[in-house]
Structure formats: structure tokens, C-alpha cells
């Protein structure tokens, strides 16, 4: 019996290889003899690096860049793979994690350091880049990280004539009422690289959908915030005449970054999961288990939009394999909308919210051991 293991993260609580071993555990408790294929995933947010690094044997650098806030440095790390091809995940130079809550705001936060790494990969010859944009902290379009690749930004000033952004001061979400213009493809050494970005989300640039409505609250704006951010976002659209990729699927995600480079650099955006899933060989490896455990924090209807748990379910159905998922919290019909063979919540009528997220590990390996107990 073979069985293949291969969860996302649970957010604030586990990484994904914590839940990996946490299943792991409980499937040998039960079953000393299955043989286990172990497969931690990521569907663009964090793990995105070391999930593809190590299944493709790249090596993993480290730089120190510019952290969500200006005045802020990190040490982030991305993958190299065969020599010219760099991992990056957003989330290492502009998560949301970086921060405390109480310095979350998009208007203060900035992608520049994002744009750092991207430099960094380029100059040590990468000249693709798969980024993950899952986890920011950010609303800014992207401007910041693009001011880091060395592109022209040009700021509205106070005489109306206009100047050039430097580089040694980090733009921000509420610098985008003050870009008139963003230009590449002058000696920029960003130039010629291509772009595969990682999104989970189908979420439009601006309006109700969009990224100020649906994520800016989550990370630290106010209502009234919220409707200055959507503003920003769908004016400096319309200045840079970006708005033809403004409502493709992703737009909204981490703050429209995915816009800029796109208008910028063709950039492509593909399904975060899917991504990995072609990476990690994911398709080979289900077909040669007999059962697949997944999981990640909640699944609800984000799920069945495009999460790991989704991508998984969906490769399971075309391969007749059945897929378990354990989860955090499980909403109604979760199961039956993404065609799992069943899903385990940590959340029951014993366990609260808080203690699932306080204990997850040792309550993931309980129900992994209890359904392989039972498992014909």
C-alpha cells in the first residue's frame, strides 16, 4: 500500500512539511508498513521556494533586501534550479508574517524588496523567474518592486512637472496616487528576463471583487483605507493605461503585482498549484499511490477556487485515485464540491478552534492514525 502525503501549510499554525510529518506519523502508527511518498506543497505563498528547490535539486541563496516596510531589512531567501532559473516567493520580502499587527497597513507597505531578490537572481544569471505571490502585505500594484528592477517611475510633484523616483526610497501603496508614469526597456537589468507568477486567486485589479475590498482589510486597512486603496489602484490603472490586464484572473492578488509585470514584462500567470504540481512531477506520483492525504487550514469555497487541496482533488478524480483531506475547519459540503473521498476537520465538538490551532500537530496525526485505522 502506497500512500502519498502531500499538504499545504495550516496558516498561523503548521508549515507544510510540519503537516506532512504530522500525517506521516499517525499513518505509521496505524500502518508500520505502507510505504509513504511525502510531498509538502505550496500554491504560491510560503513553501513556494523550498517546495520547488527541492523537488527540482536547485540550491537555495540568501540575500539581505528591504522587508515590507521601508526602513525594515530581512534576510530572504530563493531558489536557484538549473543554473538560470530563480524561485521566488513574495511573502520572504513582503509577507505578511514579517509584521506585527500592529504595523500592518498597505499604505505603509512596499514590494521593493521583492524587486531586490528578482535583481539579485538576475545577477547571478537567472533569466527566469517563478514568483509566488501568495502571503503579502502589500497593495501597491507592484511599483515598489519595479522601482527595485530599475524601471522609470516618474512622480507627480508639487509644480505638476514631475520627477523620477530614486531608488534609495522605497515606494509605497500610498505612493500610487503620485506615479504618472512607469517605463522599462532602458538599460534596465531586468530586461529579457521572463515571468511565470504563482497565483491562487482570480480576484480582479479594482472594485467590490477586488484587491482593496477582498484583501486589504486582512492586512491592516480600515474601511475608509479600503476605499482609498481601491481608488488608487483603479486611477493608476487608468494613468498607465494598464486597465487591459486590470480584470484577468489574478489581477487582484498581493495588491496587483502581477499587473505590472504583465504590462511590463509579458509576464505569465498561471495557477500557483498547478505550478507546483508540474514541478513536484505531482500527476506521476499520484498515479502510483493507492491513497492520497492533502490538507490545509479551512477549506471552504476558496478551496474549491484554486487551492492546493483543489489542485490535488482535481488530479486524484482524472486518475481514479481517492484523496483524504484533513483541515483545520471543514464548511459543509467542502468535500462533496471539491470530490474528496472525505475530509477530517481538527475543529469537533471536543476541540476549539484555538486548541486545534495550539495542538495541530499532535491532533493531525490522531486523525490520520484514526482514519487509517479504519481505512479498507
Not at 510633484?157 to 532602458?186: H, N
Not at 484572473?249 to 509585470?261: D, K, N, R, S, T
Request: net charge negative.
Amino acid at each position: 500500500m502506497r500512500v502519498l502525503i502531500a499538504p499545504d501549510k495550516f496558516k498561523d499554525s503548521l508549515d507544510a512539511s510540519g503537516v506532512a510529518d504530522a500525517v506521516t506519523r499517525g499513518v505509521r502508527r496505524e500502518r508500520p508498513n505502507f510505504e509513504i511518498d511525502r510531498c509538502p506543497l505550496s500554491d504560491g505563498g510560503e513553501g513556494f521556494v523550498q517546495t520547488i528547490t527541492h523537488a527540482c535539486g536547485g540550491e537555495l541563496e540568501t540575500r539581505k533586501v528591504t522587508g515590507p516596510l521601508p526602513e525594515l531589512r530581512v534576510d530572504a531567501t530563493f531558489g536557484v534550479i538549473e543554473r538560470h532559473t530563480a524561485v521566488i516567493e513574495m511573502s520572504a520580502a513582503a509577507g505578511l508574517a514579517l509584521l506585527p499587527m500592529q504595523d500592518r497597513n498597505p499604505l505603509y507597505t512596499t514590494t521593493f524588496g521583492v524587486g531586490e531578490l528578482i535583481r539579485h537572481a538576475v545577477g547571478i544569471g537567472c533569466r527566469h523567474i517563478l514568483l509566488g505571490i501568495g502571503g503579502s502585505a502589500t497593495t501597491d500594484l507592484g511599483i515598489g518592486a519595479l522601482q527595485a528592477c530599475g524601471c522609470h517611475i516618474v512622480l507627480r510633484t508639487d509644480d505638476d512637472r514631475g520627477e523620477y523616483a530614486t531608488d534609495s526610497e522605497p515606494l509605497c501603496g500610498q505612493d500610487m496616487e503620485k506615479v504618472l508614469l512607469v517605463k522599462s526597456g532602458r538599460g534596465s537589468p531586468v530586461d529579457g528576463t521572463t515571468f511565470e507568477i504563482a497565483c491562487d486567486v482570480t480576484n480582479p485589479l479594482f472594485g467590490p471583487n477586488g484587491s482593496a475590498y477582498v484583501f486589504s482589510p486582512q492586512k491592516g486597512a480600515s474601511p475608509r483605507e479600503v476605499d482609498r486603496l481601491d481608488t488608487m489602484l483603479r486611477e493608476l490603472a487608468h494613468r498607465l493605461k494598464w486597465e487591459p490586464y486590470a480584470s484577468e484572473p489574478g489581477a487582484g492578488a498581493a495588491g496587483g503585482i502581477a499587473v505590472g509585470f504583465r504590462a511590463l514584462f509579458g509576464a505569465k500567470v498561471r495557477s500557483g498549484i498547478d505550478l507546483v504540481m508540474d514541478a513536484v512531477r505531482l500527476r506521476q506520483r499520484i498515479a502510483s499511490s493507492d491513497l492520497v492525504i492533502t490538507g490545509e487550514g479551512k477549506l471552504d469555497r476558496q478551496s474549491v477556487g484554486g487551492k492546493t487541496v483543489s489542485g490535488i482533488a482535481r488530479l486524484c478524480r482524472e486518475l481514479g485515485k481517492p484523496c483524504v483531506a484533513i483541515a483545520g475547519v471543514v464548511e459543509p459540503d467542502a468535500a462533496n464540491a471539491l470530490g474528496l473521498h472525505s475530509a477530517i476537520s481538527l475543529v469537533d465538538a471536543h476541540t476549539s478552534a484555538a486548541e486545534a490551532m495550539a495542538h495541530a500537530g499532535a491532533l493531525i496525526e490522531e486523525r490520520a492514525a484514526a482514519f487509517i485505522r479504519n481505512w479498507k
